[in-house]
């Protein structure tokens, strides 16, 4: 065990699985680092963020491919090599680059195993960064995972904390299924305790990051930490809270969840994506399905306006959830009292 | 000042701990306690637990609220004579969290604590040495099925103020090797010896739990110039009985709601185990090969259901001293395994415990291991 970044955590978690399956391999733009360059040094670079360095010189040229900047090719390429036989790690980057490469996740990979009676497996993971906070702009800071949510035939992975992200990318790098796996950019400092043994973390299973009585918080990547910030400051004032990190959002752990909300009454989602369609309103829509009789407040979503994110450092801050939002959300819920009837 | 003021602390369960939380008094204010007497429930990352009073007095003040998290040193309560003033007490809580200090309670220990990775053969043993081994004897801890140096956190660090006590990760358990060969206490007894020989030791006081306690006795029949003495708690390999639902729970269970009834099963007082205690224990099963390395313990100690060794005939031709602990309320191994044996080995039987009466009767089983090995 050692403390770990979340960029070690997906680092290692990486060459771990490479080196226990000589089928892993690694495309994508400089994922081997700036090897196309004039400078001529090898894995200088290791990805836009510096999460894959180190992998080309320990796994060569083969199994760590730099690809053209046509995220149509190389994302077709390795849903095809996934379909027979190999298992590729692809690096989207940005994950606002989807726009260029949608088809062959949509249309193909996730549809293989269905539309070939499930003789075709497509064990394909693409990686992807996502997220605002970082002042990259409208372009490379969208939280888009309510999109590929809603795709049959994709699973999707969002951790929450170095340790979730390396047993979440090892259990998807094992799944025979095209998984997207997506990093909050801002996140990739962040450290903790992580072992250093490989580990996976079952997908469909949501980490109760803390328990309490008066509100459950439904929080998605990132979101969870700041969900666990707001509920050390509620707790002072007696407001106890639930925090739930799915960790997936498909599959959905729908019944911890609904459990939590039985318990608690009342709930609060935490949700960076834009706020139509997104995960908040389909956690929302789920507990006013089957859990309706439980609730003793009404549902709280804390989601950004329905814009491109901002650019500006003042406008982007408060596009964002913030502790401070969600603070003030749980103790709207919590405060809340039902009329009684005449 | 009229009276004595004594501060009561957050205490320091364990090597690793550095933080807790105050999770309920168990005494309101204005009650009188005698030393020994439990004040308050104390919960940290690994479990929850009593928290005994040090001294005699009257709880005067409950400084920290219930639900507060606190580092290790901070002022929790107060306890003072009943001569002694409010105002007095109310300086004495100012003074001390004017001069507290949070790190240095761990800055004392750290020195005297290390956690090392020692080779074994082809194995990497995780151990976690304390005390000084210029001044006191040597005593091993040997944890069961399941277990880690955790499982001794209420021992280790009481024992270390007095003697050099080494606490290991058996093979597939913790961060040692996830191999764990052929799974029987003959195989993890050779790992023991040769742990004790790369880490120089000539002999120690061993003290073994549950399959800890089996391993202990095969130690003790193959390599006696190596054990000075034995304590074993709540130990297999005395009996044939042995609660299935247990091991196969552990075994089996991969998330919290599964797991958590399986570790109730450990203790008398189902309290103790808390959400980091099951956290803990789910992630330790997510290493790669530790369910594997679990069943092939499991099949190797406890086929068919039964106990599959033997190891009462040890303590008939040991001659050394051997000490039994066990709580009565096993629900894994039963106590009656330590009837009829030899009249030289003394038997202690807790009341109101479960199979971990390290955890649960600490002050009394650290009293009884350090009087034993004194």
């Not at chain 1, 439980?294 to 994110?309: E, G, N, Q, S």
């Amino acid at each position: 065990m050692s403390r770990k970044s979340f960029r070690q955590a997906i680092n290692e978690a990486l060459r771990q699985e490479m080196r226990r399956d000589p089928r892993v391999i690694l495309m994508g733009e400089d994922v081997a680092g700036g090897r196309g360059g004039t400078s001529g040094v090898k894995d200088a670079w290791g990805g836009v963020l510096g999460v894959t360095k180190g992998l080309l010189t320990e796994f060569g040229e083969d199994r760590v491919l730099d690809t053209p900047i046509t995220e149509a090719s190389y994302i077709g390429a390795a849903a095809g090599a996934a379909a027979t036989g190999l298992r590729p790690v692809a690096e989207l980057m940005f994950v606002d680059f989807i726009g260029c490469c949608l088809d062959q996740i949509m249309n193909q990979a996730a549809k293989f195993r269905y539309m070939f009676g499930g003789k075709a497996r497509t064990p394909l993971v693409i990686r992807a960064m996502y997220g605002a906070g970082f002042n990259a702009a409208a372009q490379h800071s969208q939280a888009l995972y309510p999109l590929f949510t809603h795709i049959p035939g994709l699973k999707v992975v969002v951790p929450s904390s170095p340790y979730e992200a390396k047993g979440l990318l090892i259990e998807a790098i094992r799944d025979d299924d095209p998984v997207i796996f997506l990093e909050n950019k801002v996140m990739y400092d962040d450290e903790e305790d992580v072992p250093d043994e490989p580990y996976t973390i079952p997908f469909g299973e949501a980490n109760l990051t803390r328990e309490g009585d008066d509100v459950t918080i439904v929080a998605f990547g990132r979101m969870v930490n700041l969900a666990n910030q707001a509920a050390d400051r509620l707790e002072k004032d007696g407001i106890s809270c639930t925090v739930i990190d799915p960790r997936t959002t498909s599959p959905l752990d729908t019944g911890t969840i609904l459990d939590c909300v039985a318990d608690t009454g009342r709930l609060v989602i935490v949700d960076e994506s834009s706020p139509r369609c997104n995960l908040a309103t389909d956690v929302a829509a789920l507990v006013a399905e089957e859990a309706f009789d439980a609730l003793k407040a009404p549902i709280r979503r804390v989601v950004p306006p329905h814009t491109p994110v901002p650019f500006a450092t003042v406008l982007e801050n408060l596009y964002m959830p913030s502790v401070e939002k969600i603070e003030a959300a749980v103790r709207s819920v919590a405060a809340y009292r039902v009329k009684e009837e005449a | 000042m009229s009276g004595t003021i004594t501060p009561i602390t957050m205490p320091k369960f364990g090597l690793a701990m550095t933080e807790g939380k105050l999770a309920s008094w168990s005494l309101p204010v204005g009650k009188e306690v005698k030393a020994g007497d439990e004040i308050a429930d104390i919960e940290t990352s690994k479990i929850t637990n009593g928290y005994e009073s040090p001294a005699a007095g009257i709880l005067r003040r409950q400084v920290a609220p219930e639900g507060e998290m606190l580092p290790v040193g901070a002022l929790i309560g107060v306890l003072a004579d009943a001569d002694v003033s409010d105002a007095e007490i109310d300086a004495f809580i100012q003074n001390f969290n004017d001069n507290f200090s949070s790190g240095e309670t761990e800055d004392k220990n750290s020195d005297a604590t290390a956690r090392k990775i020692v080779d074994v053969g082809d194995l990497k043993i995780s151990v976690q040495e304390s005390g000084n081994r210029e001044t006191g004897s040597s005593v091993l801890l040997i944890h069961g099925f399941g277990g880690d140096v955790s499982n001794w956190m209420l021992t280790q660090s009481a024992l270390a103020s007095s003697h050099h006590v080494i606490a290991f990760d058996l093979p597939g358990h913790g961060e040692s090797t996830k191999q764990v060969g052929d799974g029987t206490p003959t195989g993890f007894a050779k790992t023991v010896e040769d742990l004790i020989k790369a880490l120089d030791l000539s002999e120690a006081h061993v003290v073994g739990h549950s399959l800890g306690g089996a391993i202990a006795l095969e130690l003790a029949k193959s390599a006696p110039n190596l054990v000075k003495s034995l304590i074993l708690i709540a130990p297999a390999g005395l009996g044939q009985d042995i609660n299935m639902n247990f091991i196969n729970g552990f075994i089996d269970a991969d998330r919290r709601k599964t797991l958590e009834p399986v570790l109730q099963y450990l203790v008398h007082d189902k309290s103790l185990i808390s959400r980091q205690m099951v956290e803990g224990i789910i992630r330790y099963k997510r290493l790669d090969g530790v369910v594997s390395g679990l069943k092939t313990i499991a099949s190797a100690n406890f086929p068919d259901g039964k106990q599959a060794v033997s190891l009462r005939s040890v303590l008939e031709t040991f001659d050394k001293p051997v000490q039994i602990l066990w709580g009565e309320q096993d629900e894994i191994l039963s106590t009656k395994d330590a009837d009829g044996l030899p009249a030289t080995i003394g038997v202690t039987r807790f009341p109101e415990t479960g199979h971990m009466p390290q955890l649960e009767q600490a002050a009394a089983v650290n009293k009884k291991i350090s009087q034993f090995i004194e």
